[in-house]
């Protein structure tokens, strides 16, 4: 978790972090320890920036459009009675990665790091594609090219077709001997960020192995795949990734350039401008200043009125 504050006329304050999760349980996402970090660190922050109040808070939060209840239920009250807080925002984390990387513009939007999600809008509903965990979906996304390339190094230690012996041999070099590989990996809690730790490697063998760069093409098809599906089918919208695996270089860079043109011929292909922290704040900053022109969605962007002190 990040958050910074911020008022008109002036730039956000310096961001402050919790390097603990937020909790999930059969509620989905618990308010209540969200609230046990946000607060402390939103009292500290505005102490330090000269606030004697927050009028208005922006969450993005990953897994909002399905696992939110509970936070759409009990975050704005909560809010209102620790802080005063009139307006709070709720915002699933690939809308402030979209708001990040394009502003209130039309287009699509690929947040892609261990997962991968597609928000598109025509700024008059909100599309998005995958984002489905690394079990069911995230096609293209970091955890899926790790395990691709694990895949590719298992397949070279076993000797069937598909193999890799680079790969097989980055793998041995993290993870160890490859038939102890399983009982690492399967009870791991945090398996997509293993699985995506190995992305480094199969982009490093992508320059000289056919197979480690036929995984980041097949990435690359996936990521183009999801921006299509959002994407407005009007106009000529942008179209933008964002996430760690933007900065992997020209082994998926270039691939997925061919794909998004041969996809998307009308949109036009931008570098991001900022990450989901950014576009938190420029949520916050077009809300208070009566600015705010991106569509309501139930479950994925919504705008409470509380009753703040």
């Known amino acids: ?40 660190m939103t009292r500290a922050l505005t102490g330090e920036y000269g606030l004697d109040r927050v009028a208005a808070v922006v969450v993005g939060a990953a897994g909002l459009a399905s696992l939110g209840d509970a936070l759409r239920a ?17 915002a699933a984390d690939a809308v402030t990665a979209y708001v990040g990387a394009l502003g209130p513009r039309p287009g699509a939007v690929v947040a892609a790091g261990t997962g991968l999600i597609a928000t598109g809008t ?21 955890a899926w090219i790790g395990r691709a390339g694990l895949e590719a190094a298992l397949r070279a230690f ?11 041999a980055c793998a041995e070099e993290r993870f160890g001997p490859l038939p ?8 791991r809690t ?20 056919p197979v480690a760069a036929g995984i980041l093409r097949a990435a690359a098809r996936h990521i183009a795949e999801s921006a299509a599906a959002v ?10 990734l964002t996430g760690g695996l933007s900065h992997l270089g020209d082994p998926l860079l270039v691939p997925l350039a061919e794909e998004l043109a041969r996809r998307l011929p009308r949109a036009r292909q931008v570098p991001a401008e ?3 922290l950014h576009g938190a704040v420029r949520v916050a900053s077009d809300l208070v200043s009566g600015r705010l022109t991106l569509p309501s969605d139930e479950r994925m962007f919504s705008v409470v009125h509380t009753k703040g002190d």
């Open 1 to 40: 978790m990040r958050a910074v504050v911020g008022a008109p006329g002036r730039a956000p304050s310096a961001p402050r972090e919790s390097r603990e999760p937020v909790r999930t349980g059969t509620r989905g996402i618990d308010p209540g320890h969200l609230l046990e970090q946000l607060l402390p």
């Open 74 to 90: 009990e975050l704005p009250g909560a809010l209102a009675r620790e802080l005063g807080v009139r307006t709070v925002v709720l």
């Open 122 to 142: 025509d700024l008059a509903g909100w599309r998005r594609a995958d984002g489905w965990g690394h079990l069911l979906g995230d096609c293209g996304g970091g």
């Open 158 to 168: 076993d000797g069937r077709d598909g193999g890799s012996a680079a790969l097989r």
């Open 180 to 187: 102890g590989l399983p009982g690492l990996l399967y009870p």
């Open 190 to 209: 945090d398996r997509p960020a293993v699985l995506a730790s190995f992305v480094p490697q199969v982009a490093d063998c992508a320059v000289h192995d």
């Open 231 to 240: 994407c407005p089918t009007s106009g000529e919208p942008r179209v933008a």
């Open 274 to 276: 900022g990450d989901p």
